[in-house]
Antibody, heavy 121, light 111 residues
Framework: QVQLQQSGPRLVKPSQTLSLTCSIS??????????WIWIRQSPSRGLEWLGR?????????NYAPSLKSRITINADTSRNQFSLQLYSVTPEDTAVYYC???????????WGQGILVTVSS | QSVLTQPPSASGTPGQRVTISCSGS????????VYWYHQFPGTAPKLLIY???RRPSGVPDRFSGSKSGTSASLAISGLRSEDEADYYC????????????FGGGTKLTVL
């Protein structure tokens, strides 16, 4: 059974960096078949795919075009985690952030618990 | 980001069959699989249908998916009160480097 556990601050000031971590159990961040994804959800923007990482002999990263200039996703194999960093945040980045998995067939089959991150001074 | 088009609301009475539509384009639904999720308040979305019409283990066969061209549908038969939730479709978009887009969501009310 795969479990994803999210952690990180719930409040971030405007212009600062939002940082979240997703700890994986029951699978490996360096799996050759899975991808690891960040998604957010807000009333104004709905569900929004932010980006993913996967390992296929080397690490690959894909990001949503609208965020490409201010997002980084990293994998930490020693801790079996992956992380999200979103730079220069504004109140529009306030949302519930989820980590999730794609096993190559069942897209987003397991989800983290979600963290509401509020951008406010 | 592009968004797939879903009706904002749908409703039905217990036992009825309801369908929820999802409309896209040739760069998303027309060329890629469709996925469906439902979401209850305060919880993460849950996968209902993958690869257009396949059900993950544990999802009742009351839920079914179909696709034709650039549109897809989710059908729920034998509607139950516990089916009241938000429903979302999703698909890969090939237009730029590849990313996933979602529908705006459909609020299903069981009357």
């Amino acid at each position: 059974q795969v479990q994803l556990q999210q952690s990180g601050p719930r409040l971030v000031k405007p212009s600062q960096t939002l940082s979240l971590t997703c700890s994986i159990s029951g699978d490996s961040v360096s799996s050759n078949t899975a991808s690891w994804i960040w998604i957010r959800q807000s009333p104004s923007r709905g569900l929004e795919w932010l980006g993913r990482t996967n390992y296929r002999s080397k690490w690959f990263y894909n990001y949503a075009p609208s965020l490409k200039s201010r997002i980084t996703i990293n994998a930490d194999t020693s801790r079996n985690q992956f992380s999200l960093q979103l730079y220069s945040v504004t109140p529009e980045d306030t949302a519930v952030y989820y980590c999730t998995r794609d096993d190559g067939y069942e897209l987003f089959d397991y989800w983290g618990q979600g963290i509401l991150v509020t951008v406010s001074s | 980001q592009s968004v797939l088009t879903q009706p904002p609301s749908a409703s039905g009475t217990p036992g009825q069959r309801v369908t929820i539509s999802c409309s896209g384009s040739s760069s998303d639904i027309g060329n890629n699989y469709v996925y469906w999720y439902h979401q209850f308040p305060g919880t993460a979305p849950k996968l209902l249908i993958y690869r257009d019409n396949r059900r993950p283990s544990g999802v009742p066969d009351r839920f079914s998916g179909s696709k034709s061209g650039t549109s897809a549908s989710l059908a729920i038969s034998g509607l139950r009160s516990e089916d009241e939730a938000d429903y979302y479709c999703a698909a890969w978009d090939d237009s730029l480097a590849g990313y996933v887009i979602f529908g705006g969501g459909t609020k299903l009310t069981v009357l």
